[in-house]
């Protein structure tokens, strides 16, 4: 299905169309805003957010039609605090259903944006969210059933980061420092407007790179230490990053928080909906000198480029790294294992998990509160990839069939790629609610199908 946004939903012409003509490195990155609470007492923060649509310049001289949260895409960047709760009270202005999830989030059923959970155009929904867990970077996106991949196509994205002491503490680079890179691709018309397609032909014809919003975009930074925030706000798309002259950057934190420890990485991949936090230090280069962020994962040069970044300056830097970031604590003993396999019906051509279709009514497995369990995820196809995203549980990746995982892979997570043919073992914790939540694959065009439902009892 292709559809380009023009207000109404209007079927395509079927022939792909090409990508607007745009050289990279014309425009410079901007960060999203940050929200400012409505209402702030010592122990709450309250927002207010409209999902409403708006006309943007995302290509330079072209208005685009998005879905954004307060009209702006990626939303505004909510920073919250370990152990201070926050309200958001989010009002839908659009014409279509919207559940807002805050993806990463420790909260409630009624609080977590259950693809059922709907907010109705012209209402509201208040969401609270404690934010118990240790300093993290999350997002909020919509998670609508059936419409969860075009909303957040359009633009239903944004920033939730959570901060603590010991993150304080650590002296990493921070304030104009401490930059977020939300990475999405994009298919426009020659008008401007966003072409949909929801499959997995889609991939290969969306090949305009956004970061922060912006069509591959230069960013101009001092000769000292960055802390990148990488999302992967992509329906589908999976990037493998690297510098272009393949020097390491410095991985300090994935999904859910803080790595035990730095690692030094050449590369990493980012699946949809996966966070990385890495260091970059431009100290060893001269103001003039030009780095750019390249994705080895991308099919042509379009989407083998991400941005650029062009040294300018020098500046005095106090930050470190250092050798110790959050110790893991011991890990629980499991009671149960349970399987997970992620395949496609031959009659129907759909994608399943266990043989199963997404049926809101039907639990699918039933874990005990405050119980640690091993989770066997194994991709059955032969040519899809697939990610697992638990709602509620952060988890630790285990192996990849039967291999440790990778360094970058030692903290704890909430989403996870499955290549296919490969099984990777995870130990889910539920921890503080009871209730029934969802788990599913985080490929949009999956997601509707390919998701079950746990119900933590008791």
Not at 247 to 259: F, K, N, P, T, W
Not at 302 to 325: C, G, K, N, Y
Not at 423 to 446: D, K, Q, S
């Amino acid at each position: 299905m292709a559809l380009p946004f023009k207000g109404d939903f209007q079927a395509a012409d079927a022939r792909p169309l090409p990508p607007l003509p745009f050289l990279p490195f014309q425009v410079p990155l901007t960060v999203p805003p940050v929200a400012r609470p409505v209402r702030s007492r010592p122990d709450t923060d309250t927002y207010q957010i409209t999902m409403r649509q708006a006309d943007v310049e995302i290509i330079p001289g072209i208005r685009t039609r998005i879905w954004g949260y307060d009209g702006i895409f990626p939303g505004p960047t909510i920073k919250a605090r370990a152990g201070k709760p926050v309200v958001v009270v989010q009002r839908n202005e659009l014409d279509v259903d919207t559940s807002v999830h805050l993806h990463g989030g420790i909260q409630s059923p009624a609080n977590d944006g259950h693809p059922t959970d709907v907010i109705k155009p012209r209402s509201s929904k208040r969401f609270y969210y404690p934010n118990a867990a240790p300093a993290a970077p999350l997002w909020y996106h919509d998670h609508a059933h059936g419409n969860e991949a075009r909303s957040v196509y359009m633009g239903l994205a944004g920033l939730y980061l959570v901060s603590d002491e010991l993150e304080d503490s650590l002296r990493l680079p921070s304030g104009d420092y401490d930059v977020p890179l939300v990475i999405t691709d994009r298919l426009f018309a020659p008008n401007g407007s966003l072409i949909f397609i929801n499959n997995d032909h889609g991939l290969g014809l969306r090949r305009t790179i956004l970061v922060n919003g912006r069509p591959q975009p230069y960013f101009q930074v001092a000769a000292r230490k960055y802390r990148f925030r990488l999302v992967n706000a992509s329906n589908d798309r999976i990037y493998e990053l690297r510098l272009s002259n393949g020097r390491e950057m410095v991985q300090i934190a994935s999904d859910s928080g803080l790595l035990p420890r730095p690692v030094a990485m050449s590369s990493f991949e980012l699946s949809p909906a996966e966070r990385v936090e890495v260091v970059i230090d431009f100290s060893a280069y001269r103001p003039g000198t030009r780095l750019i962020l390249h994705n080895s994962a991308g099919e042509d040069p379009l989407t083998q480029t991400i941005m650029r970044f062009d040294v300018v300056r020098t500046a005095p830097d106090e930050s470190h790294i250092p050798d110790t970031l959050r110790p893991l604590p011991p890990a629980e003993k499991p009671v149960t294992e349970r399987d997970f396999i992620m395949g496609r019906n031959p009659r129907t051509h759909e994608f399943e998990i266990n043989g199963k279709v997404f049926d809101p009514d039907r639990v699918d497995v039933r874990p005990r509160l405050g119980s640690t369990e091993i989770w066997r995820i194994h991709n059955a196809t032969s040519d899809a990839r697939h990610n697992f995203h638990t709602h509620l549980a952060r988890f630790r990746v285990l192996d990849r069939d039967g291999n440790p995982p990778g360094p970058g892979e030692s903290g704890f997570k909430d989403t996870v790629a499955v290549r296919p043919g490969e099984t990777v073992r995870i130990l889910p914790r539920f921890l503080e609610f009871t209730g029934r939540y969802v788990y599913h694959c985080h490929i949009l065009a999956h997601a509707h199908h390919m998701m079950g439902t746990m119900e933590v009892v008791p």
